[in-house]
């Protein structure tokens, strides 16, 4: 059974799901993908996962680091789960670019080669945005790039992230 709950962040609402091993989603409100894979027997309720991912995003917004993440539960496929577990080693404050993700998944698959475009395509489709750091992902002559969730809310992430790391003397 999967389980939502919304929560009112500075950038907008939030849409949260949430199964018994994780969370699933987190999506704001009327944006591209906006609860996909969501199943129509989604229920609102709140469950110590939501309430765990809530807390989290109270710190994250607050400014600061959150230690730890609450349990992440995405689907996707292989290739898009390998992208967004590197994704999840991207540290606080920080951008790292399309392709350097692509090169370092060729390595770890003992490949020449992968295409950054193929990444993107794993980035975009990341249900569980600001907890997997997509928009931590960045073209690599430093443009932003695409974000579903549009280039203001990229950017405020970002710099949220970078302020803090700045703030702490962490460069």
């Known amino acids: ?4 709950a919304s929560y009112a962040s500075p950038l907008g609402g939030i849409v949260l799901a949430a ?5 699933t ?3 704001f409100t009327g944006a591209k993908y906006f609860g996909a894979g969501l199943p129509a027997s989604a229920a609102k309720a709140e469950t110590p996962i939501l309430a765990e991912t809530r807390r989290w995003l109270d710190i994250y917004f607050a400014g600061q680091c959150p230690a730890v993440l609450p349990p992440l539960h995405p689907s996707g496929s292989p290739f898009r789960r390998a992208v967004w ?3 999840l080693t991207i540290p606080y404050g920080e951008t790292t670019t399309y392709g350097a993700i692509a090169q370092q998944l060729a390595a770890q698959r003992g490949l020449e ?4 475009q193929a990444v993107g395509g794993a980035v975009g489709h990341n ?15 430093g443009i932003i790039g695409n974000y579903r969730y549009g280039p203001t809310r990229k950017n405020a992430l970002i710099g949220w992230e970078a302020a803090r790391r700045e703030q702490d003397g962490r460069r």
Not at 113 to 116: D, N, Y
């Open 1 to 4: 059974m999967i389980f939502t």
């Open 19 to 23: 199964d018994e091993l994780g969370l």
């Open 25 to 27: 989603g987190l999506w």
């Open 85 to 87: 577990d590197i994704l």
């Open 113 to 116: 080669h992968l295409s950054a």
């Open 127 to 141: 249900p569980i945005s600001i907890l997997i750091p997509c928009h931590r992902v960045i073209q690599a002559s």
